[in-house]
């Protein structure tokens, strides 16, 4: 899973930094020794939480009607992280390195491509409509 800006890009900078960032994580694990497996999973774990913690302001920010789902589908990702880094702190990588290598980027794409891309789409429309308001009131106001 490597990032590709034309199937993975949502046009938002906030959120395509943040994934090209979960995309190079993902890229490290399903390549990684066991020695630097830990490290990484680690790593992952804490961009993961402050991703979705990013994500769920953004949510709120711009009042995203699907903040429930969408939410609901990073806390049950989340849980998984955290039942396999139980694994992964006592040495037993094996399902972890699976569900990197399938269950997770399988999640990605499909996450991406329907939750995050309607996240996008709402705040993309939610700042156009900001910077529409904003010209109509400095042309009413000059």
Not at 15 to 36: I, W, Y
Not at 62 to 85: C, I, S, T
Not at 95 to 124: C, N, P, Q, T
Request: with cysteine.
């Amino acid at each position: 899973m490597d990032w590709d800006e034309s199937q993975y890009g949502l046009g938002l900078e906030e959120m395509d930094g943040t994934h090209r960032e979960f995309v190079a994580l993902v890229c490290a694990l399903q390549t990684a020794d066991a020695d630097n497996f830990a490290l990484l999973f680690q790593q992952l774990l804490e961009h993961t939480k402050l991703h979705f913690v990013e994500e769920g302001r953004l949510m709120r920010l711009y009042k995203f009607p699907a903040l429930g789902e969408h939410e609901g589908e990073h806390h049950r990702v989340y849980g998984d992280l955290l039942q396999f880094n139980r694994n992964v702190k006592n040495g037993r990588l094996a399902l972890a390195r699976a569900y990197v290598k399938d269950g997770l980027s399988e999640w990605f794409k499909l996450h991406l491509g329907s939750m995050d891309a309607a996240l996008a789409a709402h705040i993309l429309r939610c700042q156009q409509s900001e910077f529409e308001i904003e010209g109509l009131i400095q042309i009413g106001g000059t």
